[in-house]
């Protein structure tokens, strides 16, 4: 429960939803969004929501037109899929801001869940879900299932040690806005393979310093293709680069023949 009213209209938290080709799948991205909105909003906690806007994929346009509730805001962003983030921190007002990838979803109790946890403390960090669960299209069917743990990054200091090989966190998350004015979010270099942009960030966080903390008991929910892998990942570069890519989501140490160039 919210410990006090917030001073003037500044929300205690903005919600980003990303959006560019995920078309129809918006649907259940913002209803799972509307009700972690609602439920952060019944503790007495304000919420502003936003989707920030870019491609041209005319379906995801026409849905965003049609059927998005009026309560959302829309924003239009230049670079495409998490490439976009900046212009939601720039664009919405809260003290905190939370984004999800179009085609995800999250559990009812994220955003209350966030901004209890962020109440007890007072350190600039950066909140996660504690469980990632990817699903494929015919969830009965179990193709692409998978549930994963993510790891307080203050406990577990091997997931840094790890972060070479492999993202140990998900796509979804919420920061205190003072992270994202000292590490923000890079844009995409594909000159150098560097495309999976949430890794990136991520390592740059770390080193600067911000924990990557867990909300017990709240899920990120991800839709996976047939081989298991969460429709949001990029796309894997062009150039075979040791860095933050989708490429590298293996052991180092299964490639002795390739080593660092950057």
Known sequence: MKPEATAGDIPDLSLVVLADRQGTRLHGTITAAMRAIGQARAAGWSVEPLVVRSGDDPVTGRWLAVKLDPAWRVVTAAAEGTGGRMAGVAACRG?????????????????SGVLDAAARRTEACVWR??????FGP????????????QSDSSLDPAAIDRLLARH????????????????????ADPSRGWNDLDWWWTCNTLAAGFAH??????????????????????????K?????????????????ELAPVD
């Open 95 to 111: 003290r905190l801001v939370g984004f999800m990838i179009g085609g995800d979803l999250c559990s009812a109790n994220w955003l």
């Open 129 to 134: 879900p504690e469980g990632v669960v990817s």
């Open 138 to 149: 015919d969830y009965m069917g179990g193709t692409g299932y998978a549930f994963d743990l």
């Open 168 to 187: 140990p966190y998900s796509s979804q998350l919420v920061a205190s806005r003072a992270v994202f004015d000292a590490v923000p979010f890079p844009s």
């Open 213 to 238: 903390r867990i909300v017990p008991a709240t899920f990120h929910y991800q839709r996976a293709d047939a081989l298991g892998q969460p429709l949001s990942l990029p796309l894997p570069p062009e």
């Open 240 to 256: 075979r680069r040791i860095g933050p890519s989708p490429l590298w989501r293996v052991p180092l140490e299964t490639t002795p």
